[in-house]
């Protein structure tokens, strides 16, 4: 049961990537804000970014989950992923708490889960499934 | 190469560090007053533009770690880093011939460091097989 949430949460947080991705049609008009300069002119490819780093991190969750017994180096690594990640969700609601979609909240459910179990992993490396 | 590759990890990191933290330079404020939905965001997603960069040399370098016993390690990495790539060719494409100063400053050494990523990363792979 656990190992099973343990993947869910990893294959979440990658497949949430997707979506948010797509989400960029959806909220914004321009694919290039005209008239402006420097960082203010590149707004949607900052939001497609933030879907590759949920890529990045749902991909080495999902690299723990398989090699983490192996290649040991990875699960530090992912857990200091992973904090960053939950952070950041969480600095995100509540900097715009009336855009806290089911969504994002299913996200930072899958963080806080992935979190636990890398902690979980970097704890009890012989429980870590191979 | 060893050296060369962990160098462009190094660089990765650290330019990632720096992205993240440009963001309270170049975001001022970081919400913009009024704003709603993915309008009020812009700061937080150019922030997770360094948290990716961050991971990306993270996978780099557990790519020199581990990448020879575990190949599919190597090639998550190589992946990692050509997503990251084209994302900086997007982003260059948006502000060619229209600030290329900024261009040059801020992403002259990111093209650098994913470039030497990418690299090491094919150099690797090939080394492998």
């Known amino acids: 049961m656990l190992q099973k949430l343990n993947s869910i949460s990893a294959w979440g947080i990658f497949l949430i990537g997707f979506i ?7 909220f914004f008009v321009y694919l290039v804000e005209p008239g402006t300069a420097g ?48 952070v950041f969700e969480v600095w995100l609601e509540v900097n715009n708490p009336g855009f806290l979609t089911p969504l994002r909240m299913l996200l930072l459910v899958f963080q806080v ?10 704890r009890h490396p012989s429980h870590a499934p191979a | 190469m060893n050296k060369l590759d962990r160098l462009f990890v190094w660089m990765l990191l650290l330019l990632g560090i720096a992205h993240i933290l440009s963001t309270f330079y170049l975001f001022q404020p970081l919400a913009e007053p009024g704003s709603e939905a993915a309008k009020r965001e812009p700061a937080l997603w150019y922030f997770s533009g360094g948290v990716s960069l961050c991971m990306c040399a993270g996978l780099n370098s557990i790519r020199i770690r581990y990448g020879r016993a575990v190949t599919p390690l190597a090639w998550v990495s190589l992946l990692a880093t050509v997503i990251m790539l084209y994302h900086l060719f997007l982003v260059l494409t948006v502000q060619l011939l229209v600030d290329w100063k900024f261009l040059l400053l801020l992403r002259g050494p990111l093209v650098v460091a994913l470039g030497g990523a990418l690299w090491a990363n094919l150099r690797f792979v090939r080394g492998a097989r």
């Open chain 1, 20 to 26: 948010h991705i797509s989400g960029l049609f959806w």
């Open chain 1, 39 to 86: 960082v203010a002119r590149e707004p949607v490819l900052w939001w497609a970014v933030g879907g590759i780093t949920l890529w990045l991190g749902g991909g080495l969750n999902l690299l723990r989950l398989h090699y983490g017994q192996v290649a040991r180096g990875i699960v530090p690594i992912t857990l200091a992923a992973n904090v960053v990640m939950v």
């Open chain 1, 113 to 122: 889960l992935a979190t636990l179990f890398t902690i979980g992993a970097l």
